[in-house]
């Protein structure tokens, strides 16, 4: 599939740092003599920090403006990016494949801008941006409307069917995706995500981004839905195969796992001598001349079995 643009989330899809907005949260109301729980920060996650600031001193009554609670907020969450968060594993990689092929790249997030700039430049990731968007810019509407996302597009002058929309939250993936961006989700498994709602709401699904390439998503196609059709055992593995994605790298090494030397065999019958073509189109192709094969061999069995009993 076309990539003309990519649009970025920060928290979780770039740098991990989901763990360090609960814990910032936590310790601006603890010097408040507040105790926060994992419910309200929930309700908050999605919203930007200045309305954060705003949940914050309605829900505990606490004797400050929202501006000097998001002031506060600031000073812990750049000290944070600064010294402490780490990128997400490949990220710094697979934006340098994406710049130095001309693919433009904006930011959107429910981060302040002051900060995702700190962010990116102490991961020396800024130079890969054409665009830092935040909730803020858009009147402080949260992802849950796909204000930020739209914005963002407007900055990079693409079409929205062929921006790519990459996130790890559950409220952006539905969002960008209800919206008609094909959406890449970020799932580490550990900041509470529910797996099986971030296959449904995306295009392709990775752990970090050595399981990404442009190879792999130029190699992807969504197949319409057509439940009329019902689902057979082939169009469930050309499911899984081509929507789903799988979540191992799309490397030369990954034959290792489909008996190389058989497929090899298979793909030089098939009239493919040379690997060129992207190797996860080889390995959907081997599969195919497998299972093909499979049910031929199933067929004269039947036959042998047939042509015994009525000998007798």
Known sequence: MQITGAIFDLDGTLVDSMWMW????WRCLEDLHINMTSDFFKRVEAISLYDGCVACIEEFNLPLSAEELYEKFLVYVQTVYSHDIKSIAGATDFLQELFDAGIPLAIASSTPSRAIHVALEAQGMEKFFKAVVCTEDVGGVDKAKPDVYLEALRRLGTDKAHTWVFEDAEFGVHTAQTEGFP????FNGKDGRDLEYMKAHSDLLAHDYRELSLARIYDYERVPNQPHLGAS????VFSVLVV?????????????????????????IAGHTSVRRPVSFLILRAETLILREKIHSLGSMHKRCDDCLSSR
């Open 22 to 25: 609960e814990k910032i949260v």
């Open 233 to 236: 055992s082939a169009q469930k």
């Open 244 to 268: 789903d994605g799988s979540p191992r790298q799309v490397q030369p090494r990954w034959f290792q796992n489909f008996h190389h030397a058989r497929i090899m065999s298979l793909l030089q």
């Open 183 to 186: 959406v890449v989700a970020l």
